[in-house]
């Protein structure tokens, strides 16, 4: 196989071969980390940290799963790492970003393209389900996650949990049932 060939090559001495790693999975890290952190920026910052912690620690890199699985694990783990540090401050910081400047609050509603409602409309419906996310214990989010932003069958999801499939379905049944329930609340 073509990434062990690889690993092995970083770990007897040609870092350099590092980068057909990253390369191949970089798009499926960022993903995870945005349907996570729902922030371009902090996304592309994990991103980065997840390849160097994989990096430093392919050494201790077992086969008993996939590259792509290990570097999963490392995502999510860093994912609600930094969730957890931001969780505090988030609704403060918002509320600040807001009414930056000496901008009349009413300024931030006006637009005039023909699609305005429909765009509002739209950012509401994205924000909602970004709170509602964020209300999610971790292993539904996960869950979640993995299976709406990254496309992963409940069987990868299984493996990169370390979870049941059985588990798996019903932490998923369980976040799109409070998912709907919170936006039918709103609605």
Known sequence: ????????????????QFAQLVTEHQHRVFNTAM???????????????VFLEAFRSLASFRNNSSFATWLYRIT?????????????????????????????PTDLLQDYSPNAQE??????QVK????????????????????KYDELSYAEIAEVMKLSVSAVESLIFRARKKIITTIEKIS
């Open 1 to 16: 196989m073509l990434e062990e060939l690889l690993i092995k090559r970083v770990l007897e001495g040609e870092p350099e």
């Open 119 to 124: 765009n509002m409309e739209e950012e509401q």
């Open 35 to 49: 349907g996570l952190l729902h922030n371009h920026s902090d996304a592309e910052d994990i991103t980065q940290d």
């Open 76 to 104: 999510i783990n860093k994912s609600l790492n930094l969730l957890k540090k931001k969780k505090r401050s988030w609704v403060v910081q918002s509320i600040d970003g807001l009414f930056q400047g000496n901008q009349n």
């Open 128 to 147: 909602i389900l970004q709170v509602t996310l964020g209300k999610l214990p971790d292993n539904q989010r996960v869950a979640f996650t993995l299976s």
